[in-house]
């Protein structure tokens, strides 16, 4: 039998939850690519394979040992790429579509397979659709990079004739786990926890904005999403805006999400996770793995003081919960011990997400391909704001609980946010009480 390791506490959260609602897709990461061309379906299996031979975590399994999740790691085998062919169809972009929506949404068996999932859905003979299906237990957005990277690398050298040079792996996903494991009793972890205990003293149980229906006694993490654009010149403000108060780009969209927040809920203050990467060692930067960790801004919105001083606050409220990341969201919400209710998320409600740069794509030489936004119809959290900036742009995607919102409400927010942002970065003077916009 395989040896067995310990699940870092955020892998252990995300069994528990499948646990609890079986089925769920709400934890699986589509994405998919469009590949015009001459595809060489051997090549991308040896490739794949190759990838997943180097990253333990992709063939690692989740089994119960001593009434606990422990990570089990499968011996590398050749990795088969399912080929289904709907050149005959009478519709094949269509019926791709319907494979791409089932496939989002078709759960993994934490206990028996793989995290990573391939499929390739054939078109024509030079058109193909090119599935993988992650779950969130084994991978992160960092991680993704490096699986598009590698899988590229490994593509274009074995097509021509060449072995692929991808630096050695010194560690695993489960030596971070190990590590991880050993730090849990460390001065550190202490003052981060002691630091988080004062710092959420109080807050509320469930700080959120009104719904549209009444929330369900179970949250279903049933969900769709709204995609934007923030245009080139409020982008820019932001970024002179985030330089002129020492400021990241994050602490000038967490003053305008909060800012929304306060208009749509009259709330005093902001109560926001964030996701963040504990990537905390050189060797973890080359690692496909679940780093993500969840931090929690709380953030008062006093109506009097201008949006450019609620920049500054919200800049240091995102230092001082970075300094102390290393208390795990899990073992966070184990110290507050908050009313559990299975209706909504401990602790907070809402969350901001920003990241640098959006995800590449695949470089298959022969070949034009273009990534297809997936969609696994869910949400984690009543409302969930993620922007990315890339080339200049700042695009968004707003996700939200269908339990809770309508579509409507849904646009009718981002619009908000987008007005807001514009008018705050182009007057940063200007009162938070004179932003807010009208319900």
Known sequence: MADDHPVSPAQKRLWTLDRLHPGSPVYVVPLIYRV???????????????????????????????????????????????????????????????????????????????????????????????????HHIACDGWSLHILESELSTCYRSWLAGEAPELPPMAEQYTDFTEWQAARLESPTLHRASEYWR????????????????????????????????????????????????????????????????????????AVIGTPVTYRQRESHHRMIGMFVNTVVQRLAVPETVTFRELVHRARDESRSAMTHQALPFEMLVEELNPVRDPAFNPVFQLMLSYQEGELAGLALPGCKVGMVHGD????????????????????????????????????????????????????????????????
């Open 198 to 269: 004062k710092r959420l003293a109080d807050a509320p149980a469930s700080a959120t904005i009104p719904a549209d229906h009444p929330r369900p006694a179970v949250q279903s993490f049933d969900g769709s999403h709204v995609r934007f654009d923030i245009e080139t010149s409020v982008a820019e403000r932001v970024g002179l805006l985030a330089r002129a108060c020492g400021a990241t780009p994050f602490a000038v969209l967490l003053a305008a999400f909060a800012t929304l927040i306060r208009a749509r809920s009259g709330a005093a203050e």
């Open 36 to 134: 015009d061309g001459d595809l060489n379906v051997p090549v991308l299996e040896r490739s794949l394979s190759e990838v997943v031979r180097r990253h333990d975590v992709l063939r690692t399994v989740f089994r119960v040992r001593s009434r606990a999740p422990r990570q089990v790691v499968l011996p590398p085998e050749p990795v088969r790429i399912p080929v289904v062919d709907v050149a005959g169809h009478p519709d094949p972009q269509a019926e791709a579509e319907r494979l791409a929506v089932a496939e989002a949404r078709r759960p993994f068996d934490l206990s028996a397979h793989p995290m990573i999932r391939p499929l390739l859905v054939r078109l024509a003979p030079d058109r193909h659709q090119l599935f993988l299906t992650l």
């Open 376 to 439: 696994t119809s869910t949400a984690k959290v009543d409302l969930s704001l993620s922007v990315t900036r890339a080339g200049g742009r700042y695009r968004g995607r707003l996700e939200y609980s269908s339990d809770l919102f309508d579509p409507a409400t849904a646009h009718r927010l981002e619009e908000q946010f987008r007005t807001l942002l514009a008018s705050a970065t182009s007057d940063p003077l200007r009162s938070i009480g004179s932003l807010l916009p009208p319900d």
